[in-house]
């Protein structure tokens, strides 16, 4: 599928999707599709920061490719590998079949039927739908020296093999860089990119979103949940919750069969929303009511 054609039209088929995208995050999309830079999106846990380059690949009918990061994550984790059980085998048949190994065998055994192509390569591939969307994710989970390499791998979408020799990209693949900011990203590597910050969603957007995502969801109790996330967000918490939460203790609410909140729902329900027993015993029981009270004030308001 071709490009969205502008900002508005980027808003529209994410929202097909059930992705409630502001007009900045949905620009930023828009450039960076146009442009062909990679995206580097940064913020709190449970934003929708994953959540989007998913939804644009299945927006644009593009396969979406993810290469998760974790500590240690190194180069033949995310480009390729040599599948050395495979070797071993082949290796031990042909000794068994001729005595001693036959020859072409060494050439055999680095070519491409023993690759095991990781994300990275298998974003360099070329697809009948276009080039691919590469979800490079939670970035702040690597190290320094993998940011390096993603750099160099970033500036050319090539990746050099020395058994089988370079592999280019026909048309480089659409990158989504995401971190969590647990630490901060290099500056060479952002500036790379085009960025930007993913803030939690203000009352509107939130409400919209928890409408997409939990349509059963009565108006009544959508708003009393938003406007209690919303406030518990103002809270001097350690881990405050993500849009994901607030989803999450919505569909606890219809499970539990809750109308309208209380004070006792949210205390059997808090687990959903504050994941540090810390959070969870400083809101318990008179901060939450005056939470509640707040929120059923302020969902009175909402329209
Ligand atoms: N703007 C949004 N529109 C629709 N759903 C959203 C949005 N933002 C977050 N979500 C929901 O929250 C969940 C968590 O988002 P996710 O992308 O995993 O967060 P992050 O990667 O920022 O930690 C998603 O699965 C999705 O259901
Ligand atoms: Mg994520």
Redesign the pocket.
Known sequence: MEYPDSIDAVQESLARE?????RALATVVFLSLRLGRPLF?E??????????A??LARALGRPLIRLQCYEGLDASSAVYDWNFPAQMIAIRTAEAAGGSTREGLQEELFGPDYLIERPLLQAMRPSDAGAPVLLI??LDRTDEPFEAFLLEALSDFQVTIPELGTIKAPEPPIVIL?S?RTREVHDALKRRCLYHW?DY?DVQ?ELD?LQ??VPEASLQLSKEVIAFVQSLRTEDVFKKP???E??DWAKCLLALDVISLTPEVISDTLGALLKYQDDIQRIQGSEASRLLEEAKAQAKEMV
């Open positions: 059930n992705y409630v995208c502001g999106l913020g709190e846990a449970g934003t929708g920061k994953t959540e989007i998913k939804t994710d939670e995401t969590n993913v969603p957007r979103i997409a995502r993500g849009v994901a607030t989803i």
